[in-house]
């Protein structure tokens, strides 16, 4: 699920990159728009193409290079192609269908580890222990450990602070 503040940045940067690719295009009759234009490319490359890898998660690495490369790569193919790149939102569209389709990946268990490492970061603390009972037993012997420390601590202070 995605956070608003996330989806706020993502399409803040996806529409700014499209804007200033507008500009560029208008620069280019003048000839500085089309260098600069590859800068604003490869800034988007990184942080957009970089946003959907992370969004992959849970996923084998080369599933998550495939899906990166299928839907950043498209829209940097088609950023790239001077004017056309420059005066299409193609950056804003990537962001849109990445909200559309691409759901955060729950989390699926590797081989080799428990299943208790893998879960999804989605689920609320109930939700794992109802799943995994030896995380509950595992927290409360925690808390009762802490309770007995603080308790030992309380007791030591008093008799520190009484008269002899």
């Known amino acids: 699920m995605m956070t608003a503040f996330e989806f706020i940045v993502m399409i803040t940067i996806a ?3 499209d804007a200033v690719g507008v500009i560029l295009f208008i620069l280019s009759f003048i000839g500085i728009g089309i260098p600069l234009s590859w800068l ?3 800034i988007g490359g990184l942080a957009i193409g970089g946003w959907i890898f ?5 996923q084998p690495m080369g ?10 790569g498209l829209t940097l193919l088609g950023e790239v192609i001077p004017f056309l ?18 759901k955060k990946s729950e989390k699926k268990a590797i081989p080799g580890t ?3 490492t893998v879960t999804s970061t989605y689920k609320t603390r109930e ?3 109802a799943e995994h009972p030896e995380m509950k037993e595992k927290r409360l012997r925690g808390e009762e450990k802490q309770r007995e420390m603080r308790e030992k601590r309380q007791a030591e202070t008093e008799t520190q602070q009484t008269p002899q």
Not at 63 to 72: D, F, I, Q, S
Not at 85 to 102: A, Q, R, Y
């Open 15 to 17: 529409l700014a990159l």
């Open 40 to 42: 604003t490319d490869a």
């Open 54 to 58: 992370l969004r992959s998660g849970g």
């Open 63 to 72: 599933k998550r290079l495939v899906k990166t490369g299928k839907r950043a």
């Open 85 to 102: 790149g420059d005066i299409m939102p193609f950056w804003t569209i990537s962001v849109l269908f990445e909200i559309l389709t691409g």
């Open 114 to 116: 428990s299943k208790a």
């Open 127 to 129: 939700q794992l222990e």
